[in-house]
């Protein structure tokens, strides 16, 4: 766990999902790989090839831009492939019950925190997916609002998904009040802290469990 900063005033949690609320190296992987073979299989070429065009592109991207990362919907976007496309697919492929089981720890630390403040999900997902993993790990109730890619029909680090996350937090809570916690740095942190918010890095639901000792 990397601690960034913690608003004085805190007031509610922003949480990343995938591979920040589980940890699961084969459910991680098949999220990515089921687009990409679905991409491979419209274009008429392998997945192998497929594979390949993605890893070159977020090389590339990554000496362009100082190391940074770039979602899938984005490097697909590169592709030609629409966000609203990448959203459709997501939507009939991702099945994370097949993978992903209840996760008691997570749910008393996030009952504990729900008791003091306000919790909210920002996804590259779209909002059934995502639900669908919340709920398969058994944290659904205390996220009544989620953010995913079809919400603002841009994938994070676009500022417009976190900006939603603060309105939806609703009165009295502002980008200073919130703390963002997820796995990636590019994708998850590094835009909240331009706004004001606080940021935890972290690099599995394992982390996820401590936060307690630093917010409490």
């Known amino acids: 766990m990397k601690i960034y900063k913690i608003p004085s005033d805190l007031k509610a949690f922003i949480f990343d999902i995938d591979s920040t609320l589980y940890t ?4 991680a992987f098949e ?3 089921c687009q990409v073979r679905q991409f491979a299989k419209e274009r008429g070429i392998t997945a192998d090839e497929a594979r390949r065009m993605v890893a070159d592109y977020r090389k590339k991207f990554a000496a362009e831009h100082n190391g940074s990362k770039v979602s899938l919907g984005n490097t697909l976007l590169a592709f030609g492939v629409p966000i609203e496309q990448s959203v459709q697919w997501r ?10 089981g209840r996760d008691e720890k997570l749910i008393e630390t996030l009952k ?6 306000k ?11 995502a639900r669908k993993t919340l709920e398969a790990i058994g944290v659904s109730e205390f996220f009544p609002e989620i953010v995913g890619l079809d919400t603002c029909f841009k994938s994070k680090p676009a ?4 900006q ?4 939806r937090l609703g009165d009295g809570i502002r980008a200073e009040n919130c703390l963002a916690v997820g796995d990636r740095y590019d994708m998850d942190i590094a835009l909240p802290l331009e706004m004001g918010m606080g940021g935890i890095l972290i690099s599995g639901v394992e982390e996820v469990y401590q936060i307690l000792k630093s917010v409490l």
Do not use: G, H, M
Request: proline share 10%; net charge negative; charged share 20%.
């Open 159 to 162: 500022v417009e998904p976190f």
């Open 31 to 33: 999220q990515v790989d």
């Open 164 to 167: 939603t996350a603060v309105e």
């Open 91 to 100: 939507r009939e492929l991702l099945e994370p019950s097949d993978f992903l």
């Open 24 to 27: 699961n190296s084969a459910y």
């Open 112 to 117: 504990i925190l729900q008791s003091k403040y």
């Open 119 to 129: 919790l909210i999900c920002v996804t590259n997902n779209p909002v059934l997916p």
